[in-house]
């Protein structure tokens, strides 16, 4: 058990999870539950999968970078950017092999059902990633109408590259809700995957996805997300949320965490991350922050979700 739900002073549910510390070198600080077998990371590749695209001539930079890692919210810049990438790269929305979907920020999709939108590629949170697999297979004079394709040839290098960066050999592909090839890592191999990206040299296709993710998180994420929260009190960090609550951090001295809740409780996920970070010392009011999940009853607080993590 990673975490409680207390309502009015009583545990009415429990989340599982699996979570790995590793220090500034690599090494293995601290586990809680299974970090050595195989799981999806979901979005959490992404930043790897786009340290794998710089090294195959990407071309993008800084916020756009950021944005090909992103699990966008959809609101107006993120999508502006998207269609920056593409059309770097000589092409348009139609490219995309984005499932049509709404924007995942509230607010922005309700200004998109208010103008009478429909469901969009472009809106979908992972155009950005998407648009950059097209822009890669551009410059490198791949099939762009086959990129999602398993034995694709930028889908192959993606998937050396990633087994690289983490560590281990990949164990599993799958089908991500994208529709692009999903690859497996444990949670210690994508830690160790973060803490490279982190800790990599000037000048390297790591040291841009780094560069740019802790530089813009708001394009790596959404303007309220818990994700670019954190990253804006710890400069230098850098993190990424995925489907099913997956969460991997590493922080500027090459600390890293990544976690698992085993039921998919999104809710659990910032929260048990918070704890984590505080048990390797780190403590910040934005810990606070995002790792506050209020439960309510009529209309007012009532309860939490707490972690509930061993201290030594």
């Not at 970078?65 to 699990?71: D, I, K, M, V, Y």
Request: include cysteine; glycine fraction near 12%; proline fraction near 6%.
């Amino acid at each position: 058990m990673v975490a409680e739900v207390v309502r009015s002073g009583f545990v009415e549910g429990q989340h599982q999870g699996s979570i790995v510390a590793l220090g500034p070198d690599g090494s293995l600080l601290w586990s809680v539950g299974s970090v050595a077998e195989p799981i999806f990371p979901r979005s959490c590749n992404k930043p790897l999968q786009a340290a794998a695209m710089v090294r195959a001539g990407l071309p993008v930079r800084d916020r756009l970078l950021a944005l090909a890692c992103a699990s966008h919210s959809g609101e107006p810049f993120h999508l502006d950017g998207v269609r920056e990438i593409l059309s770097g790269a000589g092409l348009d929305e139609s490219a995309l092999q984005t499932p049509a979907d709404w924007p995942l920020d509230g607010d922005a999709r309700d200004r998109w059902l208010l103008s009478g939108a429909a469901r969009s590629a472009v809106a979908m949170n992972c155009s950005g990633k998407h648009a950059a697999m097209l822009a890669t297979c551009v410059v490198n004079g791949w099939d762009t109408g086959t990129y999602r394709e398993p034995d694709h040839p930028l889908q192959q290098h993606i998937a050396a590259v990633f087994a690289e960066l983490t560590g281990e050999p990949v164990a599993a592909v799958g089908v991500d809700g994208c529709g692009a090839p999903l690859v497996s890592s444990s949670l210690r191999g994508l830690a160790r995957g973060y803490s490279r990206l982190v800790r990599s040299d000037p000048d390297s296709a790591e040291r841009a996805v780094a560069d740019a993710i802790s530089g813009f998180p708001e394009y790596a994420s959404g303007t309220r997300r818990d994700e670019a929260s954190l990253l804006r009190a710890y400069p230098g960090a850098i993190g990424k949320a995925g489907a099913e609550a997956c969460y991997a951090v590493a922080m500027p001295d090459g600390a890293a965490v990544a976690l698992k809740i085993a039921d998919g409780g999104g809710r659990a996920r910032p929260v048990v991350m918070a704890a984590a970070l505080r048990r390797l010392g780190y403590d910040d009011a934005v810990l606070d922050e995002v790792g506050t999940c209020l439960l309510y009853g009529g209309g007012r607080p009532v309860g939490e979700v707490r972690a509930v993590l061993p201290t030594a």
